[in-house]
């Protein structure tokens, strides 16, 4: 049976309340799901006077990706829907593919939806795909975070992330295209048994045979969520209690607090400050997660350890969080009146640049990386009173700073700027995780 206007409406009515004449972004593959719920959101959004932009991500992973790209255009712009291709650029990893292609996914889609001011990005995830998540994450031994399977709603710094298909089977999806007359892809992809998450796919029908439905793995689904709520709850009241983020980047969690919790929460608070720090979307695993945690709470932590690109420092009232030196030095353009953001936890904007001023005829060398050792003993040469900044040692080579061919321009969180106009070209550079410390109890 398809799914109709009505049903759908009351789907999205319990992320309400929305905005007068709401406007939201939907990630379209050209898969029958995605393509149903753009379908099904262009009409709600234009019954509210809204409306509806369709993002397509083209990975670069395979040749008729763009050709595919182009028909899902096609087919939108028949249908008078919005739609725009971001593609995946630069090398791709070798290894981890999937979990690769899928955070630069996400990172292309929020940052398209700041670009716009759109507040709604919905997902087309479903009940098979919920199921899915939770057999997945249960073979890599996750807990009751990763077993409580995706969140109907995930906030964000500036955005939100919408599932209301998560009840809904594949099958009333397609049956939904049909109703309308619309084609869709078939992906190869979900049918390569290279992946875990397409052989998990294909033993759904067998576990059900055995009384292991979908409907029962949705319900255990739910029935943890429940458990993850009042989990995160505890730790939000930890991390209030423990935890203190800094503007340039770095966090202190106090060891009383976090030693005095059960063992979940503990473990729980030390994965958030982990990505925000880090600026990973997604945890550590499991198992690296509770060695890390019981090294902290025994006291056995020596010199410091890394995990999800954050160093962990021992200090003598708690532990220090700083950004791991590697993995963030790419250089990034910065052209004036940009608004981007820089290793994913800082919100960067900077200043309009008039005709003929020294911004203008400088930006184009102007790159934003880390201020690195060699650019803390440049400026440290240049002004040895900044020695005396009540910065800690670890967190200094991580900082972000302009560079040009001379070498450091400025460092906006120190005051440094080694000409004039350079200490006016940042309008905003602030430490924004994409993932917050703490935000609302996972839904249920």
């Not at 991390?239 to 473990?267: H, K, M, N, Q």
Request: hydrophobic share 45%; net charge positive.
């Amino acid at each position: 049976m398809r799914l109709h206007a009505k049903e759908f409406a009351d789907l999205m009515a319990a992320f309400g309340p929305f905005e007068a004449k709401p406007r939201l972004a939907v990630a379209v593959s050209g898969g029958a799901d995605s393509l149903a719920l753009t379908l099904l959101a262009a009409d709600w959004a234009k019954a509210r006077g809204g409306a509806v932009l369709a993002l397509t991500v083209d990975h670069g992973l395979r040749k008729e990706a763009a050709a595919e790209a182009r028909q899902v255009a096609k087919w939108l712009r028949a249908r008078r829907i919005a739609h725009r291709v971001l593609r995946w650029q630069g090398t791709k990893p070798k290894t981890g593919i999937q979990a690769a292609a899928r955070e630069a996914r996400y990172g292309l889609l929020m940052e398209r939806c700041r670009k716009e001011g759109i507040l709604h990005l919905l997902l087309a995830h479903h009940a098979e795909d919920q199921a899915e998540t939770f057999l997945f994450r249960l073979a890599r031994g996750s807990g009751v975070e990763g077993l409580a399977g995706m969140p109907r709603l995930s906030e964000r710094a500036d955005l939100r992330l919408l599932r209301p298909l998560l009840d809904i089977p594949k099958d009333r999806l397609r049956e939904t295209l049909e109703a309308e007359g619309q084609a869709w892809i078939e992906d190869p992809s979900n049918r390569n048994r290279a992946f875990a998450r397409v052989r998990l796919r294909d033993a759904l029908p067998a576990l059900a045979r055995d009384g292991v439905t979908v409907e029962r793995l949705q319900m255990a689904t739910r029935h943890l969520a429940q458990v993850r709520a009042e989990l995160e709850t505890v730790t939000a009241m930890l991390l209030a209690a423990g935890a203190t983020l800094y503007p340039e980047g770095y966090a202190r969690l106090r060891g009383e607090p976090f030693r005095s919790v059960p063992v979940e929460c503990a473990e729980s608070a030390l994965d958030r400050l982990l990505r925000a720090v880090g600026g990973s979307l997604h945890g550590p695993r499991r198992e690296r997660l509770g060695r890390l945690c019981a090294a902290m709470r025994e006291a056995g932590l020596g010199k410091g350890r890394t995990l999800g690109g954050c160093r962990v420092l021992p200090e003598r009232d708690g532990f220090l969080f700083c950004r791991e030196r590697r993995g963030n030095d790419a250089p990034l353009a910065v052209p004036p009146g940009a608004a981007l953001r820089w290793d994913a936890r800082f919100a960067v904007e900077m200043a309009k640049a008039r005709q003929g001023s020294e911004w203008a005829k400088r930006a184009r060398g102007v790159r934003l990386r880390p201020l690195g050792a060699r650019g803390w003993a440049e400026i440290t040469a240049a002004e040895p009173a900044l020695r005396a900044v009540r910065l800690p040692a670890a967190v200094r080579p991580t900082l972000p700073a302009l560079w040009d061919r001379r070498g450091v321009l400025c460092v906006p969180h120190l005051g440094y700027a080694r000409e004039a106009f350079a200490a006016r070209i940042v309008k905003r550079l602030d430490f924004r995780p994409v993932p917050p410390l703490a935000g609302p109890a996972f839904p249920v």
